[in-house]
C-alpha cells in the first residue's frame, strides 16, 4: 500500500516545497535534508531529463536562474551541470540522489514522502536511459530505488499523468493547476487519468470545492501556501497537504491543534 493513500495520515501534511525553498537553495540535497529537520513529512520537487539521460531535480527548463550556470538542461550532460554550483556549494542533484539521501528519514513514524512532479511540457519527453520518455525513465528509477510505496505523481500536463500511469499504475497521481484551467478542471471528464489527488494552487480551494473532491474520492495536495492565513485557512478546510516553502512555518500553526512545540527553523543540512 503507498503511504499517500493510507487512511491513518497525519492531517494535513507537511511537504516541503522544493525542499525547504525559503530557507536553503531549492531542489538541492540540503534543501530536503532541511524540510525533514524542520518537520515535513515529506518534499514535493520537479524531475526532467539531461543530455545523458539521467533524471535530475530541477524546475526550469534552464539552469540559469538555480545555478551559476547557463543552458538549457536537456542540451546539458550530467557532468556538464555538476561543474555548477546550485546555491551554498550544493550540485544539481539526481532523482537516485534524492532518494538516497533521504531513505532511511522518517517523521512521526511515518517514512519520509516524495511528490515528485514531472517537466515534460517545456521540452522533448525522449532522452537517455535507454532512450525513454521521462515519465518512463521517472517510473524505472523509482522502481530500482524501491520508492513506489513512498510516491505521488504530479504534473500540470494532463498527458504527463496519463503517460506515467502507463509505466506506474500503482502509483498514486496529482494533478496541478490554476487559473483559467480550474474552471476546465470541474467540467472534464478525467476518470482516464486515474487521478487519486488533485493538487489546486491554495487560492482555489473552497469548502464547497473540497465537498465535490471528497464525494468523488479524491484528496488535496494544495501549494504553494506560505502566508500564515492562508496556512490557517488550508488546515480549517481539511487538506490533505500543505505543500510550502517553509515546513516548519506550518509545523508551528499545527503545533496547537497537536499539543506539540514547533520544530526549530534550523539551517542547512539535517539540523
Given at each position: ?11 494535513p501534511?507537511?511537504?516541503g ?16 535534508r532541511?524540510?525533514h ?37 536537456c542540451?546539458l ?15 544539481v ?10 531513505r ?23 532522452g537517455g ?24 505523481y504530479s504534473?500540470?500536463n ?21 487559473g483559467a ?9 478525467l ?14 480551494v ?17 501549494w ?8 490557517q ?39
Amino acid at each position: 500500500m503507498n503511504y499517500w493513500l493510507t487512511s491513518s495520515l497525519p492531517k494535513p501534511l507537511v511537504i516541503g516545497h522544493r525542499g525547504a525553498k525559503a530557507h536553503y537553495p531549492e531542489n538541492t540535497i540540503g534543501a530536503m535534508r532541511l524540510a525533514h529537520a524542520q518537520g515535513a513529512h515529506g518534499v514535493e520537487f520537479d524531475v526532467r531529463l539531461c543530455k545523458s539521460g539521467e533524471v535530475i531535480v530541477i524546475h526550469d527548463l534552464a539552469l540559469d536562474r538555480t545555478t551559476n550556470g547557463t543552458g538549457n538542461v536537456c542540451d546539458l550532460t550530467l557532468d556538464q551541470i555538476r561543474q555548477f554550483d546550485a546555491g551554498q556549494g550544493e550540485r544539481v542533484p539526481t532523482l537516485v540522489e534524492v532518494f538516497e539521501a533521504l531513505r532511511d528519514a522518517s517523521t512521526a513514524g511515518l517514512p519520509f514522502l516524495f511528490n515528485v512532479e514531472l517537466k515534460s511540457n517545456e521540452s522533448q519527453t525522449d532522452g537517455g536511459y535507454g532512450k525513454l520518455s521521462l515519465e518512463a525513465a521517472v517510473a524505472a528509477v523509482v522502481r530500482e530505488c524501491g520508492m513506489e510505496n513512498r510516491v505521488v505523481y504530479s504534473s500540470f500536463n494532463a498527458n504527463a499523468i496519463r503517460e506515467i500511469l502507463k509505466y506506474a499504475p500503482d502509483v498514486p497521481r496529482g494533478f496541478l493547476y490554476y487559473g483559467a484551467p480550474a474552471l476546465a478542471v470541474r467540467t472534464l471528464d478525467l476518470s482516464d487519468m486515474k487521478l487519486s489527488f488533485h493538487h489546486p494552487h491554495f487560492a482555489l480551494v473552497s469548502s464547497e470545492w473540497m465537498g465535490e473532491l471528497a464525494a468523488q474520492g479524491l484528496g488535496v495536495n494544495t501549494w504553494t501556501v506560505n502566508g500564515r492565513d492562508d496556512i490557517q485557512r488550508m488546515i480549517d478546510l481539511g487538506v490533505t497537504g500543505i505543500i510550502g516553502d517553509s515546513p516548519a512555518t506550518i509545523v508551528e500553526l499545527l503545533a496547537p491543534t497537536l499539543g506539540e512545540a514547533p520544530a526549530p527553523a534550523g539551517g542547512g543540512g539535517w539540523g
